[in-house]
């Protein structure tokens, strides 16, 4: 299965195709000696993070292929890993990645 770049945006967008992501955001992405990023994003400054998903897990990207009363989902892409981005604030403190520390903790309490 081919490996997806995912980012998740502060933003509010009404598209869910693909996007030229190489050309239009990767092209302002910076570096810093950190492990943060910044970035642009229709010329607002954001600040990013790379979390990664705890062993085990996966995020897929899907494609709804439902039909009729039962719900469908086709894994298209995966990834292991996805960029977090902040407008104003450290992205560390995002809710997503504190629902990462759960999977964690659901590990250690549940696991196998």
Not at 5 to 24: C, F, M, N, Q, W
Not at 28 to 39: I, P
Not at 50 to 70: I, M, Q
Request: aromatic fraction near 8%; charge should be negative; hydrophobic fraction near 35%.
């Amino acid at each position: 299965m081919d490996t997806a770049r995912v980012h998740s945006l502060p933003v509010k967008i009404s598209y869910d195709g693909s996007a030229r992501v190489e050309t239009y955001f990767d092209s302002t992405r910076v570096r810093l000696e950190d492990g943060t990023e910044t970035a642009t994003f229709r010329g607002r400054p954001l600040n990013g993070v790379t979390a990664c998903l705890p062993d085990n897990y996966r995020l897929f990207v899907t494609e709804n292929t439902s039909k009729g009363d039962t719900v469908r989902l086709t894994a298209l892409k995966e990834a292991q890993q996805f960029n977090v981005w902040s407008l104003d604030t450290n992205p560390e403190a995002a809710k997503v990645l504190k629902a990462l520390t759960w999977l964690d903790v659901a590990n250690d309490v549940f696991g196998s």
